[in-house]
């Protein structure tokens, strides 16, 4: 279960090496906004170098650039011999991007005898003032789609905005964007992924926002700094009283097998409370939050 995704600029080996020692539950290796433009075929030999090397328990993602950029094919030829787990699609427009990339992996697998359909695809879905009205495209697009995770800092550009925040709030077009990616990654079935904080050195409003996001249904947030790492994935675990809750609500279904509602503590409780619940205990697993 991934809940932070550590961005590494895919030219440094010295910073991939720190990352991959941290606790990030996944490491998203940047070939795009990271990159001078100059540096990205020696980016793609240094991002394929530090995928090659031993794996720990770590994801390893690839951001390639974008479709319209001319360079993700070459992006894709220079990384998938070594055998990403996953490729981030920026400035995803509609599910149809997600098709056109799905095909380009089914060939880059076939050609390096890679397991067909073994490599997922994360696409940021909100970076273009296009990509707002594609957010209902995603369920069916296709079968590698694992995530999408909505960005403020390029759509403040697409838009012509001033800025994304007021007094660290989002403007109504950012908590619109933020909203339909969180319902259409839902819809789709897959990974809704929570927008990087900026602020590096503000960790109360890290948390703050993290534990916002988990409220609202995000299952995991991008992480640009690696002090930001511990403060997400702890927002992200479940409090002791949530596991209580959880565990005594699995434990009333699990008298009463056959109904669709039972009674605990004088109220009714229902197959979305029992699916809650199993989502808390799942959560778990990885540890308990700190109040």
């Not at 957010?135 to 403020?152: D, E, I, Q």
């Not at 947030?221 to 702890?234: E, R, T």
């Amino acid at each position: 279960m991934i809940r932070s995704m550590l961005f590494v600029p895919g030219d440094s080996a010295r910073k991939f090496e720190k990352a991959s020692q941290g606790a990030a539950d996944a490491l998203i290796l940047d070939l795009e906004d990271s990159v001078a433009p100059a540096q990205k075929a020696a980016a793609r030999a240094a991002t394929a170098a530090m995928l090659a090397a031993p794996r720990g328990r770590q994801q390893l993602f690839v951001r390639v650039n974008a479709l319209d950029s001319g360079l993700t094919l070459a992006d894709l030829a220079g990384v998938m011999a070594a055998r990403p787990d996953g490729i981030v699609l920026p400035k995803c427009r509609s599910g149809a991007d997600v098709r056109q990339l799905g095909h380009y992996l089914d060939a880059f697998e076939a050609a390096h005898a890679l397991a067909p359909g073994s490599t997922r695809i994360l696409a940021i879905a909100t970076e273009t003032a296009e990509a707002l009205f594609g957010l209902g495209s995603y369920a069916g697009s296709s079968p590698r789609l694992w995530g999408l995770m909505w960005g403020a800092e390029d759509l403040a550009a697409a838009l012509g905005s001033f800025g994304n925040r007021t007094d660290g709030t989002y403007g109504d077009p950012f908590r619109m964007a933020r909203s339909l990616c969180l319902a259409g990654a839902r819809a789709a079935g897959v990974s809704p992924v929570d927008t990087v904080y900026v602020d590096i050195k503000d960790l109360d409003g890290l948390r703050a926002e993290t534990l916002a996001a988990r409220r609202d249904g995000f299952s995991a947030k991008a992480v640009i700094h690696p002090a930001h790492v511990d403060v997400v994935n702890a927002a992200f675990a479940p409090s002791a009283d949530e596991i209580a809750w959880a565990r005594r609500v699995t434990e009333a279904f699990a008298g009463a097998a056959d109904m669709g509602v039972v009674s605990m503590d004088g109220q009714m409780v229902d197959m979305p409370h029992l699916r809650k619940a199993q989502g808390i205990l799942a959560l778990a697993e990885r540890g308990t939050r700190v109040a």
